[in-house]
Nanobody, 116 residues
Framework: QVQLMESGGGLVQAGGSLRLSCAAS????????MGWYRQALGKQREWVATITKTGTLLYANSVKGRFTISRDNAKNTVYLQMNTLKTEDTAVYYCTVLDNANRQYWGQGTQVTVSS
């Protein structure tokens, strides 16, 4: 079983920045792919970004050029640097990982609120 601990959410003005972190622990299996999703109030959860163990980066079009995903494999931690935030980025952000047994785990979510 993998536990995911997220941090870094909060309230920021439009145009500002936030950095989310998510640390994975508790599994004897290696962490493979790590990523972020988000869910705005009244909307479905949507994919934001993914980083593979070898460093391949993928981004949703809505965040490309503004968000940067990275990871520290030694710490089993994934980060999401969010710049030039917009009000439409307001959502609960969820960390997710796949271990090398292809099991998926989710964090509890962290609120990001962007004010105008």
């Amino acid at each position: 079983q993998v536990q995911l601990m997220e941090s870094g959410g909060g309230l920021v003005q439009a145009g500002g920045s936030l950095r989310l972190s998510c640390a994975a622990s508790g599994s004897r299996f290696s962490i493979n792919t790590m990523g972020w999703y988000r869910q705005a109030l009244g909307k479905q959860r949507e994919w934001v970004a993914t980083i593979t163990k070898t460093g391949t980066l993928l981004y949703a079009n809505s965040v490309k050029g503004r968000f940067t995903i990275s990871r520290d494999n030694a710490k089993n931690t994934v980060y999401l640097q969010m710049n030039t935030l917009k009000t439409e980025d307001t959502a609960v952000y969820y960390c997710t990982v796949l271990d090398n047994a292809n099991r998926q785990y989710w964090g509890q979510g962290t609120q990001v609120t962007v004010s105008s």
